[in-house]
């Protein structure tokens, strides 16, 4: 049922989004639009492999980051596919234009949120495919066979996507670009609109570059994990 509930989607999205003509960057990155983003990592985010971002912290802004990006497909007319590893993700903080380019997959445990990434990128359909393993217990997590992480890449590889993965460690041993969110904010925090202007990002592993840097992010609607 699963399966075949892919496929029509699949037809449908091929329906309403036909395929566009991309440019040299276009063809092997994913702009997202966020200069915070694209400019630091040589024009947006790579396709055909995965970028694991650690958000050590839970109020590190990794949901920040995910409405940043949801708000983006829905500027630049791409879908996005959220696997949602603790079914944590709020809905309610975006507007309809960003939840129709979303795809949400709601999950309760890190077994199922890899399986679900399994049937995603085969379908390769998706520009950008997020997987939200931050609020996963760190025993599930370790669960994980180093082979399944593997897998994931090799299924990426031939298609134009994009897969981002957020943890709270890093686990993702095929993750050829590894980022850090170095915040660590209180409640006050979240109320001011400037906050994410203060995030900071460190990339720890990259075939682009590998130096440390602050970043300034656009104004979006915060919320807490």
Request: aromatic share 6%.
């Amino acid at each position: 049922m699963a399966t075949s509930t892919i496929i029509d989607l699949r037809k449908l999205l091929a329906e309403r989004f036909p395929p566009r003509q991309l440019g040299a960057v276009a063809a092997t990155r994913l702009i997202t639009g966020l200069p915070f983003l694209d400019q630091v990592i040589g024009g947006g985010l790579p396709k055909g492999t995965i970028t694991e971002l650690i958000s050590p912290r839970v109020s590190a802004g990794s949901a920040s980051i995910i409405h940043a990006l949801l708000q983006s497909a829905a500027r630049n007319y791409y879908l996005v596919a959220l696997i949602d590893g603790r079914d944590s993700f709020d809905p309610g903080a975006l507007d309809q234009s960003s939840l129709r380019h979303l795809f949400w997959v709601r999950c309760t445990k890190a077994s199922e949120a890899i399986k679900a990434t399994d049937l995603l990128l085969r379908d390769g359909n998706f520009p950008l495919a997020i997987v939200d393993l931050v609020l996963n217990p760190a025993e599930e997590l370790r669960k994980i066979p180093q082979t399944s992480w593997y897998r994931l890449q090799r299924l990426v590889e031939p298609a134009p996507t994009t897969c981002l993965i957020l943890t709270r460690h890093g686990i993702v041993s095929s993750a050829q670009l590894k980022i850090i969110l170095e915040n660590s904010w209180r409640l006050e925090n979240f109320d001011d609109e400037d906050a994410l202007s203060r995030v900071r990002i460190r990339v720890q592993r990259s075939h682009i570059r590998s130096d440390a840097f602050a970043i300034s992010l656009p104004r979006a609607k915060e919320i807490s994990y």
